[in-house]
């Protein structure tokens, strides 16, 4: 879906691990984010200061999104159910009607009659389990991978023995661990998968890469 005039849609992320993790993914499934500018049925993809910043901008951005798409994405870690609750709170009050009681597993999308604006939300890992970005970026290493088992096994022990991460950051704690151990180690997530530490085929990143196209790109896709 086009943008009107010099505004744009935008697709509205947590932080810039996000941001560059699904450019980087969405470049390797052939969505042209490769160089800038980028088409302008792309979206602009926007680091909102967290999930409170994200959440705390839907109803402003559906407002002010006539004639755009706006999408959401937010990690679920704390709790899914809540998560969404917070979020459909927001976008009745701009104007969606259609709220399901809880996330489609394959994305929400819908529409503002009231403010004429398309809106979507993807809720990381995969929209029926908790989770967050590092959840999802485990789907694109190797069901068994002997390196991010280590990975893992060693966290769980470095926790045991009085690493200082919470409970909640685990995740992520096995998962920098693993890239610490690549060719280039310690890179970020977009520049690992540039780089192939990471694959880009899993169920869950097919699906994303699928709401993705259907919220923005459905006019050149049908």
């Known amino acids: 879906m086009s943008g009107a ?7 509205r992320v947590e932080g810039s691990d996000d941001k560059h993790a699904l450019i980087h993914l969405l470049i390797r499934h052939g969505v042209e984010y490769e160089n800038e500018p980028w088409p302008a049925d792309l979206p602009k993809v926007e680091e909102a200061s967290g999930k409170d910043g994200v959440v705390g901008g839907i109803k402003e951005a559906v407002q002010l999104g006539t004639g755009l798409t706006m999408g959401f994405v937010l990690d679920a870690n704390d709790s899914l159910e809540g998560r969404w609750q917070s979020i459909s709170n927001q976008l009745r009050s701009a104007g969606v ?3 399901p ?3 489609p597993p394959t994305g929400y999308i819908g529409f503002s009659e009231k403010f004429r604006t398309r ?5 990381m890992p995969d929209n029926r389990t908790q989770g967050a970005l590092e959840r999802f970026l485990e789907t694109l290493i190797d069901n068994g991978n002997a390196l991010f088992v280590h990975a893992r096994q060693s966290t769980t022990e470095a926790k045991a023995t009085g690493a200082r991460f919470s409970a909640q950051d685990g995740d992520k704690a096995a998962l920098h661990a693993w890239l610490a151990w690549q060719e280039e180690p310690g890179r970020p997530y977009g520049v690992a998968i540039r780089a192939r530490y990471f694959g880009h085929e899993s169920e869950e990143a097919m699906g994303f890469v699928d709401w993705f196209r259907r919220l923005y790109l459905s006019d050149r896709t049908t």
């Open 5 to 11: 005039g010099s505004r744009r849609s935008e697709l």
């Open 97 to 99: 009607d259609d709220m």
């Open 101 to 103: 009681s809880t996330i």
């Open 119 to 123: 809106v979507g939300v993807w809720l």
